[in-house]
């Protein structure tokens, strides 16, 4: 271990592990040690000993630091510890001169306290004020002694200029706490209990425990499984696997490839319970600088969604030296995929890279480099350069869903070149960029935003989606080719709800072998969106529902009437829906089309009746697991809701001799329909002016006819 000393402010003494390196995580451990041992260098360094931290930290590869507390830790403030993590973050050099990066790597995610008798009661006390500075505390002997700053607003320290709409008092913020000892640890218990958003976040063991290398062993051992994550202002504590869980806890399974000189460790997941991958598609995701393997897989969100799914195979390589290079790294992909060909038969023409900072980098390096490998990338939170230029000259497609944090300063001077990325990768799709003529974030109006409102729901399947907004810019067929998201109130960090996002764009793309241009499995398997519907009064309609139609976002159901030239039965009229335009519209706002062709059917009132009671509450939802409204038992006895066909939007258009019959059949059932367009035609039969309303949306023909008893007599109105 190299000692050092920072006086002023900082006024402590630090240990750096020979182990630390500017590209190795590491751990910056605070000890707060007794009154009596904290008021000089001189008795901090002998603690270091005794205690066992010293030599704990070295093997650790930690950053250990014990600050001083000349007049006793009653006069110390809290807000001490986090000035002390960026005075030592900015002295502690690599033991390895010849690095570039000469800062020893000690990341915010991995800060830990513990404190021992007052130092204990002081560690406590941060651990109320500056609840978001640790992944954990533990306090020996002591407890906090004041909580009245838990009522206090966060300072929101990994992200001080979030917006106004992140406001948490500290209490209401998550850290993991361990109490030792036989003090009294009710009232810490129940106030660290509060927030904790899992049971083992606040710990008590009780017994006679001191500042002794047994002691020190255990709480290193705790810290081990300890992190929290820069995933908001506040970040989250939670549990970590350790590396040697990730190599031989059978999760994942350990495998290498050689190239240039290199040796590439990867490491596989199949999904939970699976013994074959035969013909999944891969999902390869490229981790940070300074965040090995064995931690990222655990932040990103993909082994909870493939186990979720069971859509993919999950591949993590791992670089040499924990960081990714334009030009030393990228011949290894190859290799990789055709060693997990051999050992796992995957489907070659669906494999997807993705990334995070630096392992976003190599996505758009790697995926522009070698695009004939992938059918998509989704780069997290770095620049888009690559060589989009070239693929755009080479004829390539490649399409995109990229993600970035909304104030994630990392980004503040790529976000300057977003502009002519965007319409690289706009064109690289086949889209044609349009200036934006109103306000947008973005220099080129995009064709559709989603956001917490409209797609990442709670019912979607989304835990955080109100802080997702997603910016979409389609294909001359109207199909979302790249995609950028924006995450509010987001650090350089990540939320698994961006995997699930993700994952729902790269799962409809393939690349044949040999191809520059992908194929769109959703416009590939179109032929599943269609159904044909027999109906009662003879005859078959033809049926429409998007991929995108799901059971908690209100769709709108468009009833068509052809003309008779252009549908004399059902499958001329499915032609029909795509020459006319109404597949395209109908993906862009998910609407459901219903088209009645002339054969054999009645295109009357009655017809009308008959296509509501067929598809209202029964129509499958197509977004996978959804089962919100009205779930029923579909294929394979799996329960999947129902699409909302609300009767509040449903309407009628017709064409020539077509539109004189939706005319007709709308005059029959005006209140059945928002609204009436008639192209080339008008109605020619009225109903008898006495005729009375059916009550469409209370009566037993109408919205439930097994439940509705119908209106009162009182309620009598003429059509």
């Known amino acids: 271990m190299q000692e050092y000393e920072l006086g002023g402010e900082a006024n402590c003494l630090y240990y750096v592990s020979s182990k630390c390196r500017s590209w190795i995580p590491a751990k910056t451990i605070l000890v707060f040690a007794p009154d009596s041992e904290a008021r000089s260098i001189v008795r901090l360094r002998s603690f270091a000993r005794t205690s066992g931290w010293l ?72 651990a109320v004020e500056q609840p978001n500075a640790f992944a954990d505390v533990a306090m020996v002997g002591g407890v906090p002694g004041i909580y009245a700053g838990g009522e206090a607003l966060s300072d929101r320290w990994l992200l001080p200029d979030a917006s106004e709409g992140w406001q948490h008092k500290n209490k209401d913020i998550p850290v993991a706490v361990w109490m030792l000892g036989n003090m009294d640890t009710a009232e810490a218990e129940r106030y660290f209990a509060a927030a904790a958003t899992a049971a083992d976040q606040v710990k008590v063991s009780r017994g006679s425990f001191g500042a002794d290398p047994e002691t020190t062993a255990m709480i290193l051992r705790e810290f081990d499984t300890r992190v929290r994550w820069k995933n908001s202002p506040d970040g989250m504590p939670a549990r970590l696997k350790t590396e040697a869980q990730m190599r031989t806890g059978g999760e994942y399974i350990p495998d290498s490839v050689t190239w240039n000189g290199h040796s590439y460790n990867f490491f596989t997941r199949l999904p939970r319970g699976a013994s074959d ?74 494999v997807y890279l993705t990334g995070f900072s630096n392992g976003a980098m190599a996505t758009c390096w790697y995926g522009t480099m070698h695009p004939e490998l992938y059918a998509a990338i989704s780069p997290w939170n770095s620049p888009l350069c690559s060589f989009e230029e070239k693929l755009l000259e080479g004829g390539w497609e490649m399409p995109v869903f990229a993600i970035n944090g909304d104030l994630d300063h990392k980004m503040d001077v790529p976000r300057k070149s977003y502009g002519k990325l965007f319409e690289t990768f706009i064109r690289l799709n086949g889209g044609v960029p349009r200036p934006a003529q109103v306000p947008c974030p973005w220099k080129w109006k995009h064709d559709a935003q989603w956001d917490g409102s409209n797609r990442y729901t709670v019912e979607a399947g989304y835990r955080e989606g109100d802080r997702m907004t997603t910016y979409e810019y389609w294909n001359p067929d109207g199909k979302p080719r790249f995609c950028f998201t924006e995450l509010k109130d987001m650090p350089h960090g990540a939320i698994h709800d961006e995997a699930r996002a993700a994952w729902m764009f790269l799962r409809r793309f393939s690349r044949p072998k040999g191809s520059k241009t992908v194929v769109d499995r959703q416009e590939a398997e179109m032929d599943r969106n269609f159904a044909y519907l027999s109906l009662p009064g003879g005859g078959e309609a033809v049926m429409f529902v998007p991929t995108g139609c799901n059971s908690y976002t209100p769709a709108r159901s468009i009833l068509l009437f052809p003309s008779k030239e252009n549908a004399p039965n059902p499958d001329a009229a499915k032609e029909w829906l795509y020459r006319s335009g109404w597949i395209r519209q109908a ?47 579909g294929e394979n006895g799996r329960r999947q809701g129902c699409v909302w066909m609300w009767e509040t939007l449903w309407h009628i258009v017709g064409y020539d001799d077509g539109a004189v019959e939706a005319g007709n059949a709308a005059a029959a059932r005006p209140n059945h329909f928002a609204s009436v367009t008639l192209i080339g035609g008008a109605p020619d039969t009225f109903p008898d002016p006495e005729v009375q309303s059916d009550h469409f949306l209370v009566s037993k023909a109408g919205k439930n006819p097994d439940a509705m008893k119908g209106v009162s007599e009182d309620y009598a109105v003429r059509v």
Not at 57 to 82: C, D, F, H, M, Y
Not at 608 to 627: A, F, H, M, P
Request: glycine share 8%; with cysteine.
């Open 55 to 126: 030599n704990a930290a070295e093997e650790n590869g930690a950053v250990l630091i014990l600050p001083v507390a000349e007049q006793g830790w009653t006069q110390e403030k809290s807000r001490r510890v986090k000035l002390l993590h960026k005075a030592v973050w900015k002295d502690a050099l690599s033991p390895d001169p010849s690095e570039v990066f000469r800062t020893v790597w000690c990341w915010e995610t991995l800060i830990f306290a513990v404190g021992y008798g007052e130092g204990a009661v002081y560690a406590g006390n941060t």
């Open 277 to 350: 991958a035969r013909g999944l598609p891969v999902v390869v995701s490229m981790h940070g600088h300074g965040e090995p393997a064995w931690m990222f897989a655990q932040k990103n969100g993909w082994p909870e969604l493939q186990d979720e799914t069971r859509e993919f195979l999950f591949v993590i390589p791992d670089s040499p030296e924990n960081s990714w290079t334009i030009s030393g790294d990228h011949g290894m992909h190859a290799l990789m995929l055709e060693k997990l060909e051999k050992t796992y038969h995957i489907d070659r023409t669906r």
């Open 587 to 633: 993906l862009r706002d998910n609407s459901v089309l219903l088209a009645v062709p002339t054969q054999g059917v009645p295109r009357d009132g009655d017809t009308v009746d008959q296509l509501y009671r067929l598809t209202w509450g029964k129509t499958e939802s197509r977004e996978y697991g959804d089962i919100l409204w009205r779930p029923t038992s």
